[in-house]
């Protein structure tokens, strides 16, 4: 893991996650913004992916469990995309605040991989 | 029931069936991971940890299907859950040795951002706007 990319998926999967919760509970359907933004934060996720497979060849090694952390991203990369198809399929607020719930999430499960990458001692 | 609908799936119940959709795969997985490799350090904390994880799977299945039985499934799973991490919040800040931070239950969900915690009293504040919503009809 790259620690300033974490910190910018974090960030925007928190922006994400609170906006679409607040103009959902105001009462927006899922629209191209908040769709969108749970798409860029699954686009991240897939190059998260992508970053874990090839940074142990440059010496960049999980300090923790790498089976922890693989269950962690693979279960994270799963959460937007079925919220993106609940907003798809379910146009009202509740599924722009479901948008919201599966970026923040993200954000949380993305802290949680930096934990078990950088600092976890086990 | 003829409604397509379940009444604790619709509105805001959308949004509460997403969270316990999420922790309900969160829980698992995670128990899983610390079944597989290292059940022996606290096997009482890790099958409880599971057994939490479905419980939450339960009653995300009860909250998204309609009629009376499952609302009563539905509250059974979610009253568990407050049981349980009230439970075994207070046994893991009493023995730590017992219960290691790691679980969902632990310090009442702090591993969690205290979701645990919140979720099974907003679930059963919302069956119970459900339940005096549908006896006013």
Known sequence: MVEWFVWVQIVIAAVAGVTAVIVGFAGVKPNDYTLGATLLVEALLAVQLVMAVIAPAFGNVATGSALEFWIYLVSAILIPPAAVMWGLIERNRWSTVVLGVACLSIAVMVYRMSQIWFVQLA | ?137
Do not use: C, H
């Open chain 2, 1 to 137: 029931m003829t409604s397509k609908i379940s009444s604790t799936a619709s509105g805001v119940g959308r949004v509460l069936i997403a969270i316990y959709a999420v922790m309900a795969l969160g829980a698992t997985a995670r128990s899983v991971f610390q079944i597989a490799t290292k059940f022996s350090e606290a096997p009482l904390a890790y099958v409880l940890s599971a057994l939490a994880g479905l419980v939450y799977i339960v009653a995300t299945v009860a909250l998204v299907r309609s009629g009376r039985r499952w609302f009563r499934v539905a509250l059974v799973a979610i009253a568990f859950e407050l049981v349980g991490v009230v439970t075994i919040g207070t046994l893991s800040v009493v023995d730590a040795v017992l219960f290691p931070a790691d679980t969902v239950w632990s310090s009442f969900g702090a591993g969690y951002l205290f979701v645990p915690l919140a979720l099974p009293i907003l679930g059963l504040l919302w069956l119970y706007r459900v339940r005096s919503s549908q006896e006013n009809r």
